[in-house]
Nanobody, 122 residues
Framework: VQLQASGGGSVQAGGSLRLSCAAS????????MAWFRQAPGKEREFVAS????????YYADSVKGRFTISRDNDKNTMYLQMNSLKPEDTAGYYC????????????????WGQGTLVTVSS
């Protein structure tokens, strides 16, 4: 599966953005999906994941209650709605796919999209 992330941009603290991750092919619904992010000078970190049906999601503590992950298997697209953004959310955001759900380690995810940059100013 090929993935392409979009929707990044610049926003002030407290604002919102919605990221999208479009997948190619007809097998999107076979994969658990996730968002990771990497801030300048830091390691990439897990943000959120969603199972194949979209019925279960898991979040990093740092984004819980502010971010919502979702997917539309008919449109082969995953989303990340980001509300109440903070300057510390500034990072490149990457979407990823895996055959198994429930993992936060990037090593489990075999497919990656390019990053989309989110910049949050104070």
């Amino acid at each position: 599966v090929q993935l392409q992330a979009s929707g990044g941009g610049s926003v002030q603290a407290g604002g919102s953005l919605r990221l999208s991750c479009a997948a190619s092919g007809r097998t999107f619904s076979r994969y658990a999906m996730a968002w990771f992010r990497q801030a300048p000078g830091k390691e990439r970190e897990f943000v959120a994941s969603i199972n194949r049906s979209g019925g279960s999601a898991y979040y990093a503590d740092s984004v819980k209650g502010r971010f919502t992950i979702s997917r539309d298997n008919d449109k082969n697209t995953m989303y990340l709605q980001m509300n109440s953004l903070k300057p510390e959310d500034t990072a490149g955001y990457y979407c990823a796919a895996a055959l198994s759900y429930g993992y936060t380690s990037e090593a489990v995810y075999g497919y990656w999209g390019q990053g989309t940059l989110v910049t949050v100013s104070s």
